[in-house]
């Protein structure tokens, strides 16, 4: 269970992963060993399973982003599971989702080219059980990351 403190060290977690524990001290209030011991209590029970940096695409030469509506024959959950275990074998989708609705995955590619993109669908094509897929490359992004506002 997390509290109100927790919330504010996520919080500053969240914009920043580095932070160095004076400035946590700084802007929860509270002081540097409090702060270690519940950071590491929330890792410990599964709140915080990892750290990460955010990367510009366009500075890493990986500019293409297409989000991929994915169809699949009717089948088992155990089928759903082979399907999502091949998708995973694809680097270069970034996320994938089982989802509700017209399709029946959403995946999210990050690539270089749309050449490479080609061959990534051409990969997610041959993937035994996909029928279909519907994609659209990002030509611009608003918002993006996976912050969860608590």
């Given at each position: 269970?997390?509290?109100?403190?927790?919330?504010?060290?996520?919080?500053?977690?969240?914009?920043?992963?580095?932070?160095?524990?004076?400035?946590?001290?700084?802007?929860?209030?509270?002081?540097?060993?409090?702060?270690?011991?519940?950071?590491?209590?929330?890792?410990?029970?599964?709140?915080?399973?990892?750290?990460?940096?955010?990367l510009d695409r366009?500075?890493?030469?990986?500019?293409?982003?297409?989000?991929?509506?994915?169809?699949?024959?009717?089948?088992?959950?155990?089928?759903?599971?082979?399907?999502?275990?091949?998708?995973?074998?694809?680097?270069?989708?970034?996320?994938?989702?089982?989802?509700?609705?017209?399709?029946?995955?959403?995946?999210?590619?990050?690539?270089?080219?749309?050449?490479?993109?080609n061959r990534i669908?051409?990969?997610?094509?041959?993937?035994?059980?996909?029928?279909?897929?519907?994609?659209?490359?990002?030509?611009?992004?608003?918002?993006?990351?996976?912050?969860?506002?608590?």
């Open positions: 269970m997390i509290d109100e403190i927790d919330k504010k060290i996520i919080k500053e977690l969240t914009k920043n992963s580095k932070i160095k524990y004076k400035d946590l001290v700084r802007s929860v209030g509270i002081t540097a060993p409090t702060i270690q011991r519940r950071i590491k209590r929330m890792e410990k029970e599964g709140i915080i399973i990892g750290y990460t940096i955010l366009e500075k890493v030469k990986k500019d293409i982003m297409a989000i991929v509506g994915i169809y699949t024959s009717p089948g088992t959950l155990e089928f759903s599971k082979q399907i999502t275990k091949d998708f995973l074998k694809i680097k270069e989708i970034n996320s994938v989702f089982y989802v509700t609705g017209e399709y029946n995955f959403c995946a999210i590619i990050i690539c270089s080219s749309i050449k490479e993109l669908l051409d990969k997610i094509s041959s993937i035994q059980g996909v029928t279909r897929t519907v994609t659209s490359i990002v030509l611009d992004t608003a918002k993006e990351g996976l912050i969860i506002e608590l």
